[in-house]
């Protein structure tokens, strides 16, 4: 019983959760501010927390991708439903959000 109710709050986790790649890496980002900046343009506004995800290279290779963290999964639903928006966005184009 200890294991499924483990299975399903980390899944409930996880929902809250989405991938953001193709952000472009800079040595002195303000990352929470390109995310909302990112989300706004798709309509979205809210409370996040931004990370990278992996060891930056030192040669500069490709950007790592940023695991974004909002409240609910219902927010995270209504960007991913949103984020075909992207690809019309001369800024935002090789930008992709995955769950």
Known sequence: LKKVVQDVVQ????AKNVM???LEE?????????VNEILQSLGEKPRIEA????QRKPSGGTARPVKVTTA???V???ILVKSR????????KKVFINP
């Open 11 to 14: 899944g409930e986790d996880r």
């Open 20 to 22: 953001i790649f193709g």
């Open 26 to 34: 800079e040595t002195e980002e303000d990352l929470g501010d390109n």
């Open 51 to 54: 990370c990278r995800v992996g």
């Open 72 to 74: 609910s999964s219902t």
């Open 76 to 78: 995270v639903d209504q």
């Open 85 to 92: 928006k992207l690809a019309f966005l001369d800024k935002y």
